[in-house]
């Protein structure tokens, strides 16, 4: 199959970021999607074929970039937001690789993904982990051999380079959320791959830090709620909670204190 790609001019910049990875910078910088979209290619040195995580936006450009790097044959979606996902059928119509997805609308012509499944792809193998919270469809992909064998994991939106993860509430839930920090925790010394934002170099001390903040969160809405009184709407919580929040960021602000309430209300049924 042939295809046209950007000239080494336009072509956008492939980025080094684990032994095993490489990824380019997608052009869809934003308050939610930080400096935007890390679309990586997962391939052994050796190999000439890739897999993609994470397409990003409908660019022809980047997505153009993405193909022509390496055959790919293989293209893995962590999550169903666009930022993740709008190009993933374009590329699959470039490359004519597979898209695999847990949510099957997000699958063209490959098959759903299950928790745990082992795949084996451009060299490399890649564990796939139901990590739901921010979506209730979220996936990370532990890369067992990266990293001189202390692993690396690719997030998603789970964890991310800088800042905290929006709960995509109801969708998305707190409870799902610790659960799948307590499964990241298991990968320590794994370096982190995030969809947005720079590498990290320590799952277990990065999962420890996210779950130290949400639970210092909760105690805030918690209190809120006593001292206000009553059954407080969500932006009267909002207000109380994150008084200094950006606009840009107030609605996920609001969508995570929805799911923290969601969260107190289910704790408060269980202890009647």
Same mark, same amino acid.
């Given at each position: 199959m042939t295809f046209s790609s950007p000239t080494p001019a336009d072509a956008p910049?492939?980025? &080094? /970021? /684990?032994a095993l990875t490489e990824f380019i910078l997608a052009p869809n910088p934003g308050p939610m999607s930080l400096d935007g979209t890390n679309s990586y290619l997962i391939s052994h040195p050796d190999s000439h074929?890739?897999? !993609? !995580? =994470?397409? @990003?936006?409908?660019d022809e450009a980047h997505l153009q *970039?993405?193909? /022509?790097h390496a055959r790919v044959v293989l293209i893995l979606i962590t999550h169903r937001h666009p930022d993740h996902t709008e190009g993933a059928r374009r590329l699959h119509e470039i490359t004519q690789a597979p898209v695999r997805a847990v949510e099957p609308l997000h699958c063209h012509g490959g098959?759903?993904?299950?928790? @745990?499944? &082992?795949?084996?792809a451009g060299g490399v193998g890649i564990t796939v982990i139901a990590t739901p919270g921010h979506t209730s469809d979220s996936a990370s992909f532990h890369l067992p051999a990266d990293n001189a +064998?202390? +692993? /690396? !994991?690719? %997030? +998603?939106? %789970?964890?991310?380079g800088r800042g905290t993860t929006v709960l995509d509430h109801p969708d998305g839930t707190l409870a799902d959320y610790l659960a799948s920090l307590e499964t990241l925790s298991a990968f320590a010394g794994s370096m982190v791959l995030p969809a947005h934002g720079a590498v990290?170099? =320590?799952? *277990? *001390?990065? %999962?420890a830090a996210y779950k130290a903040h949400r639970l210092e969160r909760l105690a805030q809405v918690r209190m809120a709620v006593e001292s206000l009184g009553g059954t407080p709407d969500v932006g009267t919580v909002t207000d109380a909670v994150y008084a200094d929040v950006d606009p840009s960021v107030r609605r996920a602000a609001e969508l995570s204190v929805?799911?923290?309430?969601?969260?107190? &209300? *289910?704790?408060a049924a269980r202890q009647a």
């Open positions: 910049a492939v980025q &080094r /970021s /684990s074929e890739a897999v !993609v !995580v =994470d397409p @990003g936006p409908l *970039a993405l193909a /022509s098959e759903p993904l299950n928790h @745990g499944e &082992r795949i084996e +064998g202390m +692993g /690396s !994991v690719l %997030t +998603g939106d %789970t964890i991310l990290l170099p =320590d799952i *277990a *001390a990065i %999962t929805a799911a923290q309430l969601a969260y107190l &209300r *289910a704790q």
